[in-house]
């Protein structure tokens, strides 16, 4: 029961990085096109970083899960490990998995230099209060 779950989880694993790979490739495309940045496209650049870093990162932890399971069993659902009759598609999803997380690094990294460059290259708004009479203590120095 259990690799039956983990050839679907691979499955779902595939999309996740085919439609990561297919992100990676039109952002470098559009980066690569010199054009003047405005913030909504620094928060679209970094919104889209970080969905698809959640989204690799889900994929690896679940495919993860269930290798383990795969690797292990678990006696009180009585599934039996696998991975001893399969072998070679476990070793094929186990390396499939590290180079997901390797990916997931990878991600991190964009996440992080996307959002140092929304945040360090726009200031924050200040806040309005309007005419509401709502008054700010400030403390002394």
Not at 6 to 15: E, F, I
Not at 130 to 136: A, D, Y
């Amino acid at each position: 029961m259990s690799l039956c779950l983990l050839a679907q989880n691979q499955r779902y694993l595939v999309y996740a990085n085919g439609l990561c790979a297919a992100y990676s490739l039109v952002s470098a495309f559009y980066t690569a096109v010199p054009r003047p940045a405005t913030l909504s496209r620094s928060w679209i650049v970094f919104l889209l970083d970080q969905v698809f870093t959640y989204l690799i990162l889900a994929a690896g932890a679940a495919s993860a899960e269930l290798l383990y399971l795969a690797y292990n069993g678990d006696k009180e659902v009585t599934w039996s490990e696998a991975c001893g009759v399969f072998g070679g598609f476990c070793r094929q999803a186990r390396t499939s998995v590290a180079i997901t997380f390797g990916s997931v690094v990878c991600y991190i990294l964009l996440s992080l230099i996307s959002s140092y460059r929304l945040f360090s290259a726009y200031d924050a708004p200040m806040p309005s209060l309007g005419n509401k009479g709502v008054e700010i203590a400030a403390f002394p120095r």
